[in-house]
């Protein structure tokens, strides 16, 4: 994302997406009542009786809406704005409803009532030089799992399974199954320029696949790990790996599993924190909240229901200067928190 310009005074930022991953951090930090403004295409109805006889067609138009719809698709990074037109040509109706479609190559006006300090942050975050492009390899003799860390999370990239022979001819085929591995791993290298990989798998299996790495630039960029299982919850259990903070510093998605580890903690010492809705609400009225965390699930939700229970307790957070979390949902430390009911916080004292 690129921030073209931001002028906190009069509370407008004007933005262009550059990536996919631009949408999400839209979709956080949107909220019905915005004015969005942006180049858009529109159908403009005829007024003669020669332009009525021609088929419709679209036109490229520069709207404003107020925001009453904000809908994103995860799986598609699809962000669809919608409201009633608050400025616009002399040909286009004001108040009538209008969609601004958002993709990688979008630029918009925002301007709110007031930019809450998390909102500031996601955009300054999105907006941060390129993420290292970290890929994350869990594996044993029988299958392997190649993972792509994003902002917001991972994208599984593929699996491969291998044919498990007999102990006598073990390394034989284990060798194979190491070198289709290594094939993927050159492969991806490429497509993805990758900065770091890390392989992990349980015992001395990335022994065998370091005997095939012949590449120099690949094996200075490979880091080896640990952990109990060669599937997606291996790729859970790297992120969080201690030794492997430093190669995942920029990755959104290592910080918001360090984050719900935290807060479990709090909550397996019965002390600073709390969770769901009404814990939430309550130690946020009373000024009582450090961090709040929540679920990009929850916030979806409620805005799917037309609630503005998240944004006014988001609000609350601001104003006492509480650190807000907005957690991935699509991770290990993000469906935990869902279960905990997609919200809860770090205290700055007990609440008795």
């Known amino acids: ?19 996919s991953d631009d949408t999400y951090y839209l979709s956080q930090i949107l909220e019905s009542k ?8 529109r159908k403009i109805k005829a007024n003669s009786e020669t332009e009525r006889a021609k088929k419709t067609t679209k036109k490229a138009v520069f709207l404003e809406i107020a925001l009453e719809k904000i809908e994103f698709a995860k799986s598609s990074h699809t962000l669809r704005l919608s409201g009633t037109i608050t400025q616009a040509p002399d040909d286009i109706t004001k108040g009538s409803y209008h969609t601004i ?14 930019f809450l300090q998390y909102q500031i942050d996601k955009l300054d975050e999105a907006a941060s030089d390129k993420v290292e492009g970290i890929m994350v390899v869990v594996f044993d003799r029988e299958e392997a799992y190649f993972a792509l860390l994003k902002k917001f999370g991972y994208t599984l990239l593929s699996e491969l399974k291998g044919k498990v022979q007999k102990k006598a001819d073990m390394d034989s085929n284990t060798t194979n199954f190491y070198q289709e591995i290594y094939a993927q791993i050159q492969e991806y290298f490429q497509r993805y320029n990758l900065d770091q990989i890390i392989v992990a798998s349980p015992s001395f299996w990335k022994e065998y696949l ?3 790495v012949k590449d120099d630039n690949i094996k200075k960029k490979i880091i080896q790990a ?13 992120l969080k790996r201690e030794e492997l903070q430093q190669a995942l510093k920029n990755q ?3 910080k918001e599993l360090q984050i719900v580890e935290r807060l479990l903690a709090e909550i397996a010492k019965g002390d600073k924190a709390t969770y769901g809705l009404k814990g939430t609400t309550e130690a946020l009225n009373i000024g009582a909240t450090k961090s709040v965390l929540i679920t990009d699930n929850l916030i979806f939700k409620k805005r799917d229901e037309e609630s503005t229970e998240i ?24 469906k935990k928190l869902d279960g905990l009911g997609g919200i809860a916080a770090i205290l700055r004292y007990k609440i008795t």
């Open 1 to 19: 994302m690129k921030i073209i310009k931001k002028d906190l005074k009069k509370n407008e930022i004007t933005i262009k997406t550059t990536s």
């Open 34 to 41: 915005d004015l969005v403004q942006g180049k858009t295409f």
């Open 101 to 114: 479609s958002v993709d990688e190559n979008t630029q918009l006006k925002i301007k709110k009532q007031k």
């Open 210 to 212: 370091m005997k095939e």
């Open 226 to 238: 640990t952990c109990s299982s060669a599937d997606r919850s291996g790729i859970n259990e790297v």
């Open 252 to 254: 959104k998605a290592a």
């Open 311 to 334: 944004e006014d307790l988001l609000k609350i957070a601001d104003s006492t200067k509480t650190d807000v979390h907005i957690i991935s949902s699509d991770h290990d430390g993000g």
